[in-house]
């Protein structure tokens, strides 16, 4: 299936963000969430029925409109319950060289186990650079989190983690400052 045929369902998409990863990020916010997690600061995306469809192509054509995007973050929702999309849109990502970051509140344990199953998963995975993962803990919120809401959460090197097949740190909150 190619990108032009793929739809997502949305929440909302950020043209210029600078606080969803490093640098400037055109930022795609997915509609639906299983996780529900007590805090949450995107709670209107949680409803699987919520928000409205569009193509991958339209995404990437906004994507393609602003030059000085160094990357692209999934976030949510939850993008990983609409891997297919997913998948063909990081596809357009990276061959526009630009850096993808995902935010799951899966862990990366258990996209692992997910992915076994699911081969748009898998391929999605493969493609992304950054996986931030876990659920959002309110009681373990840390403002001074690089990119991140609460201490449980990690930034994953994701192609080092899937080669190693453990999480591998790509920065601390050190780093970032």
Same mark, same amino acid.
């Given at each position: ?49 919520? @928000? ?52 799951? @509140? %899966? ?40 990119? %991140? ?29």
């Amino acid at each position: 299936m190619s990108a032009g045929e793929e739809s997502l369902r949305l929440a909302g998409v950020v043209r210029e963000s600078i606080v969803d990863g490093p640098g400037i990020r055109f930022v795609v916010f997915c509609q639906g969430c299983p996780h529900h997690c007590r805090g949450c600061h995107n709670p209107v995306t949680h409803d699987f029925s919520g @928000g409205y469809m569009c193509s991958v192509e339209r995404i990437l054509s906004a994507i393609d409109e602003d030059p000085l995007l160094d990357g692209v973050t999934f976030s949510g929702g939850e993008p990983v319950c609409q891997a297919g999309g997913f998948l063909a849109l990081a596809q357009g990502v990276k061959a526009r060289n630009l850096h993808l970051i995902l935010y799951s @509140g %899966y862990t990366f344990e258990e996209l692992l186990q997910l992915s076994a199953q699911d081969e748009a998963l898998s391929g999605l995975l493969r493609l992304v650079d950054v996986l931030i993962d876990g659920r959002y803990e309110e009681e373990q919120r840390d403002l001074t989190l690089p990119f %991140y809401g609460s201490r449980n959460q990690r930034a994953l090197d994701l192609p080092a983690s899937l080669r190693r097949r453990e999480p591998v740190a790509v920065w601390s909150a050190r780093e970032t400052e």
